[in-house]
């Protein structure tokens, strides 16, 4: 089990950049595949990016080409580079992490989750 904090969320205007950051705090996140969920307002919780161990990447199409996702093991820290941000980008994002094998875009996969950080995107 591994112990999950976001930060870095908050308001931007439309077109504005947010790096959000997920630490772990119990277990080096090394030896995790880590992935990003959101929840906006009356949603789903939606999967947004995965970084699995070895550094491979998928998004959803809806953030491709906006978002980022990379990891620092040496800082055990998992980040989301949010650019081009746009009002529907607004929900509060959960990091989560497994280390089982599965379909990566599914949150059931996932063990362990953070807290959630408020993204707010004004326009």
């Known amino acids: 089990q591994v112990q999950l904090v976001e930060s870095g969320g908050g308001l931007v205007q439309a077109g504005g950049s947010l790096r959000l950051s997920c630490t772990a705090s119990?277990?080096?996140?090394?030896?995790?595949?880590v992935a990003w969920f959101r929840q906006g307002p009356g949603k789903e919780r939606e999967f947004v990016a995965v970084?699995?161990?070895?550094?491979?990447?998928t998004y959803t199409d809806s953030v491709t080409g906006r978002f980022a996702i990379s990891r620092d093991n040496a800082k055990n820290t998992v980040y989301l580079q949010m650019n081009s941000l746009k009002p529907e980008d607004t929900a509060v994002y959960y990091c989560?992490?497994?280390?089982?094998?599965?379909?990566?875009?599914?949150?059931?996969?996932?063990?362990?989750w953070g807290q959630g950080t408020q993204v707010t995107v004004s326009s």
């Open positions: 970084i699995w161990r070895l550094g491979s990447t």
């Open positions: 989560a992490a497994t280390n089982s094998a599965g379909q990566a875009t599914m949150s059931r996969l996932y063990d362990d």
């Open positions: 119990t277990s080096s996140l090394s030896r995790y595949t």
